[in-house]
């Protein structure tokens, strides 16, 4: 009880020769003694081992800096497929519901040129709300079946196609190769019936 | 690199979700705009039997235009044969439905369905494979 030492009984006989026989016959597996086996097994877990530890220090950290870089890389396409299909979509968008809307203002229309006039700015609106410059009378096209075009009963069908260009693509290269999409959207409104050709 | 890439799938993934989500609706809407057109068209295809079965003394001889199931059905067909193919082919499985026809005599009311495919993600319907079905109805009245 002095001293706060804990005395070791020294190893009896019969453990000695159980020490013993472990280190010479020993549980094998695979060709491999006990303690092999365990070495192994602390190498492949990363625990114990100085060099191991100080090669887990080296690289403590590029973890993070391998994620940051690779989603920076993968997040540049992803963001460019995502501003390119919003642009698409919104001039889709604008183009239907400007054939739409076109194609109603020329069926109620006084003459054609009133009618014709309403629908060209009728499909620059629904393209600026889409936040897109179009030109309306560049981007319509009336096609009557008959003349005259508002007879009653007659069908007229309403065109509407415009060009988006790809974002952030610089002049010179959307000149050489073809860096827009096409958009349309057709509408054949009915001309009604009861009521005078004009 | 794992959690790198999963990432960038599951990014991916939902902005091609979302860009065919928004697909099929544009798809709806232009259903939805021809369904319109045939409605509008047919609001004045007059059943001459019930014009003509009008009392002449009646307040709404003179304005009224008197439909018929059977005049509504024929004026869209005759609207969709009369379409452009490119307009009518668009759609997948295109077809008039029920309800059309007129429910007062006086309103017409077009029903069409159709299947949309989403373009951009294909294989996510794989498990729904016949696409999603559009169905919209219009009303009109001539005036």
Redesign the interface.
Known sequence: MSGGTTSVPPPSAAARVRAGRGRRAGWRWAGMTTPGLVAVVRARLGVGGAERRRADEAERGSAVV??LG??LL??VP?VY??LT?AQV?AA??AA??A??EA??LL?RAESLEAGASAARFAVELAFEDQGLDVDGAEALRISCAGEPCLAPGA?V?VEVSASVDLPLVPDFVADAVPAAVPVT??????V???REAR | ?L???A??VL??AL?LVV?SA??VH?ER??LL??A??AA??AA???DLAAYYATPAGSPDAATR?PLSDASVEAAVQE?LR???P??VAEFERLRVAEPTGTPDGTTAQVTLTATARPPLVPWALLPWSDGVALRVTSTAR?G
Request: hydrophobic share 60%.
């Open positions: 391998e994620f690779m989603s993968l997040l992803v497929l995502v299909l979509q889709a968008f239907e519901g054939a739409r194609g109603r069926a069908r069908v959207a057709t509408h054949v409104t009915a009604p019936q009861f | 690199m959690l790198t890439l990432f960038g990014v991916l902005v860009a928004s697909a544009i809407k232009r705009a021809l319109d057109g509008a068209d004045d295809a007059i235009v609207y009369a379409s452009p490119a307009l001539a």
